[in-house]
T-cell receptor, first 114, second 113 residues
Framework: GAGVSQSPSNKVTEKGKDVELRCDPI?????LYWYRQSLGQGLEFLIY????????KSGLPSDRFSAERTGGSVSTLTIQRTQQEDSAVYLC????????????FGDGTRLSIL | GESVGLHLPTLSVQEGDNSIINCAYS??????FIWYKQESGKGPQFIID?????DKRQGQRVTVLLNKTVKHLSLQIAATQPGDSAVYFC????????????FGSGTRLQVQP
């Protein structure tokens, strides 16, 4: 079966532009997570969606970052007015339910801000 | 633990040897733990998990050991193969409350043929 799919796989943009990153979770998974991984670092939590509950946004680094999940499936992470420090790999994961379940990751979007 | 940036701890082993990768986790309330393998340009790949009511769990060629007393987790890989070369991350999670995983800084495993 299909795993977590992310697009684009690479994105290069100029500082100050807005970017949208897409995540298609595994079918049937109710929980969806966004993480960020800077070069050579571990993963940093950004935001978590579980079913119809209000998302846990506690990891978003600034108000330039937002995410939505439409219809309980596809999610979009938006970064407004990008800065060079936003350069990283943005990873999406999904799990059957939240907490205590393996999270399955996509291959990420590598974002480079010039 | 603290991130070490580009200078990941590296474990170098000979093909066929057993590998042990260690991890100190941070939250004594964590009750679910996962090991991931990450190859270059790929997302983390689930290897094995363990809940806090266990101290050992075995998979295919892999064993995870959990010592809650000292908040230590280890991953043992038997008969290490060149395809095992990757960065390995431990992650912790609480079953309730915040559901996000907290990741360690990773260990690079290099398998010498």
């Amino acid at each position: 079966g299909a795993g977590v799919s992310q697009s684009p796989s690479n994105k290069v943009t100029e500082k100050g532009k807005d970017v949208e990153l897409r995540c298609d979770p595994i079918s049937g998974h109710t929980a969806l997570y966004w993480y960020r991984q800077s070069l050579g670092q571990g993963l940093e939590f950004l935001i978590y969606f579980q079913g119809n509950s209000a998302p846990d946004k506690s990891g978003l680094p600034s108000d330039r970052f937002s995410a939505e999940r439409t219809g309980g499936s596809v999610s979009t992470l938006t970064i407004q007015r990008t800065q060079q420090e936003d350069s990283a790999v943005y990873l999406c994961a999904s799990s059957l339910a939240g907490g205590g379940e393996p999270q399955h990751f996509g291959d990420g979007t590598r974002l480079s801000i010039l | 633990g603290e991130s070490v940036g580009l200078h990941l701890p590296t474990l170098s082993v000979q093909e066929g040897d057993n590998s042990i990768i260690n991890c100190a986790y941070s939250n004594s309330a964590s009750d679910y733990f996962i090991w991931y393998k990450q190859e270059s340009g790929k997302g983390p790949q689930f290897i094995i998990d363990i809940r806090s009511n266990m101290d050992k769990r075995q998979g295919q060629r892999v064993t995870v050991l959990l010592n809650k007393t000292v908040k230590h987790l280890s991953l043992q890989i038997a008969a290490t193969q060149p395809g095992d070369s990757a960065v390995y991350f431990c992650a912790e999670n609480m079953d309730t409350g915040r559901r996000a995983l907290t990741f360690g800084s990773g260990t690079r495993l290099q398998v010498q043929p």
